[in-house]
């Protein structure tokens, strides 16, 4: 589903407009030539879309157009989305992903108002001479985020582009400041209605004379709407006193009741829809009448704006549709309720659907579809626009709507409320089992599992985890419930450290993620470093990898990133330092693409910190680990802030940096002690590994000895964030420096005997020397050998030199730079390089940074002056 295309197409001008108006025209023009903002406030009926009508079809070839019609209900992310839809055409030179643009403006605060500045800062880059953005019907707009991003945009637009904002009365924006420094024009229902003059003419064209023409001005006043209901009827003299929207209501029944009945059914019952063409008056029930009708109400002129020509669609003018269906309730009331929900179910705007079928009566409905629908939801109106949207149901039926329950709880855990999130699903779980619906039970208990798990409450997931999948039933599991299942069980394994678990239970999780090639599915079950780093993950994460890339495709999307940020680690974890620094990188370049992915700037640090901690770069390893802590996210919780001061506390012990080690130590005892689940029967110590380095670094070498055999005795619930293949290496140094060789070769060969070196990354310098050593034969010389290997593969890696200017882009932007000095829109780009638009967006801001330029058109001379001075004889 997306957003009604007809959101973003200006109407189109018409024959038979009630009247010319050159001196309002002008005024308009004026307004746009010097000031930066036009604001027209009216009532409904006073003719303000007609007027931008008119002033887009008499604007300059050369002026770029783009048209929001906003809708009761839009908020921050439906107005950008649709901003985003009107520009695409113009393509601006993004330096940011629209959609992380749109991404960063609905968390609020210092990211809104960079949003808006980077939207301002590309339309001002944009190669048109001149732009108009027009906001038809901003009073619809209430939401709190929208306005503030208008405000921002109002008080920093630059001289190319203007805002138009028509409204039936004047939005709380702050507008006084522009109005004192002359940059906002004011048309208000005086400038709108029509002068005596006008009426005067329009009744002489009429075939009234000049004292019916005058008592038709002091009836309606000027207003427009009024005068053309009045000019339409026949009956003259039955005219009230005075016309204002009371009276409309009934003129325009009048008007409704001396139309063919045909047509005037027709109209009664297509006024359930937004817009009218023949497909959709079709799927609504109409004939093969439908497209006469069409042509009829046009040729009529009954309060009709054209939206567009081909296939001929009409909005009707919301007075006028307002009466139309007050009269279909009032004479089928069970008809219109039918023909809301048949509406509603060839609706593509989610947020149109969900309104039609609260109309109708069908909040159940309405609930299901919204479930169905909140991903993709979640995607256009953020996480807070989807509680906006359960909000709007009676408290009631959302109190016993299990759907509404999950719809609330997805919402709450992307904005990182994981307890209230759980609270809903466990709502949710009741209410299914009450209504004796076991496959939502199972997917409510699945899903609430995952969010027990990141509290770590692991004894209450692991109960639910036993009702939902005990050994024998699992095949009977099938879809996102399965799916869901396997996810949790796999990050139970890992929180519950049976580490040697994880790897099995995440190949049947990529069995079942390969059956479902969707980018929610994919997204969800997205590895974290510390369930990369268990035994036997490097082959399974391969292929979900190839996988997630297959199912992202050229589309640019925050998987993409992830995917690539999971490699990075697997990478390195393998010993790959130098491709894992390029997954990295890649992953981190397509993250700001994006603007901020928290959890990718979150795994990011963590791995540059693992490089730099490698490359033996201390003081900036632990710089990132200071750092991350500092950015911990309180949403993560408290089981996620003991794990990031884990590995803190890890970076620490491995640079040898005592004080922090300390420091360390004591706050994860202290949250430790406020997690009865850290410590379950298998792991009963988990900071044994952290009190040996800390020995160790205090002079206290047989305490450490023994601290790190305890360790090992622990076998598998001791390798958290692969622990134990580091105690070996530090075991056998210290036994080696005791003169206990062979007590330290018997140390150090199981972590030798895998393919990857995996937790003895975090002791390189270790490793070097245990790789030095002549073991003798205490150690098969095969694994001696591959430990020299590792090493080898570790050596300090060497600068890039710095790159050409010539050679800075790559052989694909190259191509794409080529085609933007040839004039090619993104569209035709696309088109031509078998790419899709998104990527093509991607590759321009590739450009532009690389090359430090602000625009298309400055890229374009770039890329021609490149080819002139290469040219063979370009230096003769």
Known sequence: MALALTKTRAPRPREGLLLHRPALLAAVGRALDEQRVLLISAPAGYGKTALLTQVLAEAPPDTAVAWVALDEGDDLGRLLDCLFTALEAYDLPWRTAPEGLRDAALRGGPDLTAA???????????????????????HHLADGAALQFLDRWLARMGERWRLVLSTRHEPPLRLSRLRAAGELADLGPADLALAEAEVAQLAQAAGLDEQAGAELYRRSQGWPAG????????????????????????????????????LRGFLLRTSVLHELDVARCQALGEGAQAAAFLAEIERLALFATVVDLAPLTLRLHQLFRDMLQQRLRLEQPELQLQLLERAAAFETDALRRHGLLMAAGRPERAADLLLADGPLLMNQLGAQGLLDLAARFDPAFA???????????????????????????????????ARGDEAGLRIARAHRSILLIAQGRLTEAAGLLQDLDPFGTQ????????RVVLLARCWH??????????????????????????????????????????????????RWFRGAVQVVGERPLPLGVMAYMARAWSLFWQGQVAESEQHLARAEADAAWFGRLVIARNHGQALHAMLDLVQGRHESALALMRLRLAEHVPGYGRWGLWHGLFFCSRMAAACGDRPLLDESLARLEREGAELPDLTPPHRRRPLL????????????????????????????????????????????????????????????????AGHDPGGLLWAVPLMRRMAAEDWGGLIDPAAVARLRAWVEALA???????????????????EVIAQIAAGASNKHIARALDLSPHTVKRHVANILDKLGLNSRGEAAAWWRERQASTRPGAGA
């Open 493 to 542: 394994a890992l929180e519950s450290c049976h580490f040697d678990s994880v790897a099995p239970l995440f190949e049947a999780q990529l069995a079942a993620l390969l059956k479902e090639p969707t980018v929610d599915a994919w997204y969800t079950g997205v590895p974290a470093p510390r369930q990369i780093s268990c035994r036997g993950m490097a082959a399974p994460m391969e």
């Open 796 to 814: 300090p890696l060497v600068p890039a030199p710095p790159t050409p200017a010539d050679d800075r882009l790559s052989q694909r932007e190259s």
């Open 227 to 262: 005068l053309r209901l009045a000019l339409g009827l026949a009956q003259r003299a039955a005219l009230p006193a005075a016309i204002d929207r009371a009276t409309f209501d009934y003129l325009a029944a009048e008007v409704l009741d001396r139309l063919e009945p045909g």
């Open 689 to 752: 590994g952290l009190r040996a380095q800390q020995a160790w670094l205090a002079g206290r070498g047989a305490e450490a000895i023994a601290l790190w055999r305890e360790l090992l005795a622990e076998g598998e619930g001791g390798d958290l964030l692969a622990q134990l293949a580091e105690a070996r290496l530090r075991l056998a140094a210290a036994l080696l420096a005791d003169g206990e060789r062979a007590a330290a070769a018997e140390a150090l060969a199981p972590a030798l």
């Open 475 to 482: 095949r009977e599991l099938s879809g996102e419930a399965r």
């Open 116 to 138: 808006a500045d980077a939207m301002l800062n590309a339309l001002e880059a944009c190669e048109v001479a001149r732009g108009l953005i027009v906001l038809d019907d901003v």
């Open 399 to 433: 109190e016993a709507s299990p759907e509404l329950h999950r719809v609330k709880a997805l919402a709450l855990w992307v904005q990182w409320e994981a307890e209230r999130a759980e609270f809903h699903l466990g709502r949710a779980e009741a209410l299914f089992e």
